[in-house]
Each structure stands twice: as structure tokens, then as C-alpha cells.
């Protein structure tokens, strides 16, 4: 099973910008569909971009032409390049891997899940 860590997290003002990494051990990520989701205090974990092993990508609405996802195969890394960054958009931000691209918002069917990185969006 691979096991995942996040890295990228931070404070950061509004309208800035934060790349989040997705790095693997055990296991090549190139194998995986990788997912991104979210948990701010008090609420759901939610969904919020992934790729598939052929580079196709899924959004949440509300990122949609802000945050771009992306695989760096010969890295062996996933990003969530994060642009336009919004108070709401704080939250701690987690990586998980699944094996098909198939219903990809819900948290089920993630067999491995990092530990998460904070995101802090704060004038």
C-alpha cells in the first residue's frame, strides 16, 4: 500500500498563492489516481480535485479556475497549484490514492491518505 505525505501548506494572505505536494513512499504514485480534499474546523471533509493516471482532472465548483492539479511522474509527486486564494479556503488539505477514476468526490474507495497540511488564508 503507498503511503502518502503532504507538504506546501502555510499562511498566506488573500489573493496569494500556495503549491501543495503529494509525495509517496512504498509504492509509485504514477499508479494511482490521486485525490485532494479538504476539513476546515467544524465540517466535512470535502473533495476538492483529482487526477487520474492519464492526467484527467476533476474540480470542486468553487476551485474551478483557481486551483489546478497535476502529476509530475519522473517526481513521483502530485500538485495543487492554488492561485487566488480565498479566507474560505482555509482548511487542512489532504492527499489520497484510489485505484480507478470513478466517483471521486466521495472519500470512499480512498485506500490511502496522507496526514495533511495546513492551509491558513488570513489577511
Known amino acids: 500500500q503507498v503511503q502518502l505525505a503532504e507538504s506546501g501548506g502555510g499562511l498566506v494572505q488573500p489573493g496569494g498563492s500556495l503549491r501543495l505536494s503529494c509525495a509517496a513512499s512504498?509504492?509509485?504514485?504514477?499508479?494511482?489516481?490521486i485525490g485532494w480534499f479538504r476539513q476546515a474546523p467544524g465540517k466535512d471533509c470535502e473533495f476538492v480535485a483529482a487526477i487520474a493516471r492519464s492526467g484527467y482532472t476533476s474540480y470542486l465548483d468553487s476551485v474551478k479556475g483557481r486551483f489546478t492539479v497535476s502529476r509530475d511522474n519522473a517526481l513521483d509527486t502530485v500538485f495543487l497549484q492554488m492561485n487566488s486564494l480565498k479566507p474560505e479556503d482555509t482548511a487542512v488539505y489532504y492527499c489520497?490514492?484510489?485505484?480507478?477514476?470513478?466517483?471521486?468526490?466521495?472519500?470512499?474507495?480512498?485506500?490511502?491518505w496522507g496526514s495533511g497540511t495546513q492551509v491558513t488564508v488570513s489577511s
Open positions: 512504498g509504492r509509485t504514485l504514477s499508479s494511482y489516481v
Open positions: 489520497a490514492a484510489r485505484t480507478a477514476f470513478l466517483n471521486v468526490q466521495n472519500t470512499g474507495g480512498y485506500a490511502s
